[in-house]
């Protein structure tokens, strides 16, 4: 496996990232990206200028998984946005590698964090389905995973969870933000 940049230049990998997101996040969260059109969107936003994509590729050349990542706070902190990798694949290590690349490809750019947004909408974790105010920090210390929520997996990575958004997505269903120092 290596991982490498996408670019425009690589209409076939474009094309194959559009459709990992449909079928990658296709389960939990259906309407992330509902169709084609909006996942090819997402990838082309992903590769803008100042943003990273990078892909995991087998020695065939067929995409593995891919991550972004967006430069906030004058670019101290990134956004990891989105991370994906082929269901077939997962629990492989290929997430591992892109997050470690990731972050390396952040230091390198001079940022300090990488954060990122985790939703559950589908009472994947203890934190779905009930009011979290007015004591969210007791919630999110208690927190468990109840139907494989990524959030272990970046735990894993060695991201912290260091805030939720309550009703983010509607009543009951949380944003688990989650936040790494890597400079």
């Given at each position: 496996m290596k991982i490498v940049s996408l670019s425009l230049e690589q209409p076939d990998l474009i094309e194959q990232a559009a459709r990992l997101l449909l079928?990658?996040?296709?389960?939990h969260w259906p309407n992330a990206w509902p169709e084609m059109e909006s996942a090819r969107q997402e990838v082309h936003e992903a590769l803008e200028t100042e943003k990273i994509i990078r892909a995991a590729l087998d020695e065939d050349g067929r995409l593995l998984g891919w991550i972004g990542a967006i430069p906030e706070y004058d670019g101290h902190a990134w956004e990891l946005?989105?991370?994906?990798?082929?269901?077939?694949?997962?629990?492989?290590?290929?997430?591992?590698?892109?997050?470690?690349?990731?972050?390396?490809?952040?230091?390198?750019?001079?940022?300090t964090t990488i954060f990122l947004g985790t939703d559950d909408e589908n009472d994947m974790t203890s934190l779905s389905g009930m009011n979290?105010?007015?004591?969210?920090?007791?919630?999110?210390?208690?927190?468990?995973?109840?139907?494989?929520?990524?959030?272990?997996?970046?735990?894993?990575?060695?991201?912290?969870?260091?805030g939720v958004i309550p009703d983010a997505n509607g009543p009951g269903k949380p944003d688990i933000y989650m936040a790494k120092r890597v400079g």
């Open positions: 079928e990658g996040f296709r389960q946005h989105p991370l994906v990798v082929d269901p077939a694949c997962q629990g492989q290590g290929v997430g591992r590698m892109l997050v470690a690349d990731l972050e390396n490809q952040v230091r390198e750019r001079g940022g979290l105010y007015p004591n969210v920090w007791e919630h999110i210390a208690r927190i468990r995973n109840l139907k494989g929520h990524p959030f272990e997996f970046y735990q894993k990575q060695g991201y912290a969870i260091v």
